[in-house]
Every structure is written in structure tokens, then in C-alpha cells.
């Protein structure tokens, strides 16, 4: 199991990595919305924002999210690691319920070029 700065560490990366994108995932990733990622085996929530295709102003807290973001995540903390790392697929972690992603039709639409 991954711990809190380890995932910390990921989400820094992921931000890294869809400020370096181009073309669709850089149109995709540069959405302005809330985003939450909900760590289930650590019981803990990193809440920031995605804008400008990078993910700013990151905090986490114990337990649920206390408000609903635009787009929510929600994996255990190795899940979030491995994803990252490039060692996990999203579409597939998402099909079988490893990953879950929330949020409204049209983020989702445009979101679909990341996975």
C-alpha cells in the first residue's frame, strides 16, 4: 500500500505529465473544474483543480471529500501509483471498477481523449 506522500508525489506527476501533453490531451486536460481523488485505502482526499491542464492547488484531508467536485476520483492509493507510473490502464482499471471517475456528460465526453 502506497502511502499519503507517495500519492501526493503521483498526483504531482500526473499534473507534470498533462502539462507536457499535446494536441487532443492537452485540449482535454484544459478544462477549469474542482477535482477530487479519493484514496479508499487510506481513507483520505486530495482536492484541488484542474486548469490549464495543470492540477493546482492540491490539499488533502481525511475521509469523504466534504464537498462534490466537477470530476471525482475515486482508487485505492497503489491503483493511483500505478496509473501514473504507466503501469495500470485507465480504460481498463475503469471498465472492472478499480478506478471509478464521476462528473458531468460533457466532461466526461471530453475527458474520454485521456484514457
Known amino acids: 500500500m502506497a502511502n499519503a506522500e507517495e500519492c501526493r508525489a503521483a498526483l504531482e506527476q500526473l ?4 502539462a507536457r501533453s499535446t ?3 492537452r485540449k ?13 485505502d ?22 469523504p471529500p ?5 470530476i471525482r476520483l475515486t482508487m485505492s492509493s497503489d491503483d493511483l501509483v500505478a496509473l501514473v507510473d504507466g503501469r495500470l490502464n485507465f480504460a481498463s482499471a475503469w471498465a472492472t471498477g478499480r478506478v471509478k471517475l464521476e ?5 466526461l465526453l471530453r475527458l474520454r481523449t485521456l484514457l
Open 42 to 63: 487510506l481513507d483520505l482526499t486530495f482536492s484541488g483543480r484542474l486548469r490549464g491542464g495543470r492540477i493546482e492547488d492540491v490539499t488533502e484531508a481525511p475521509g
Open 66 to 70: 466534504a464537498a462534490k467536485a466537477e
Open 15 to 18: 499534473s507534470r505529465n498533462l
Open 103 to 107: 462528473a458531468g456528460l460533457r466532461d
Open 28 to 40: 482535454a486536460a484544459a478544462l477549469d473544474r474542482s477535482l477530487t481523488c479519493r484514496i479508499t
Open 23 to 25: 494536441g487532443d490531451v
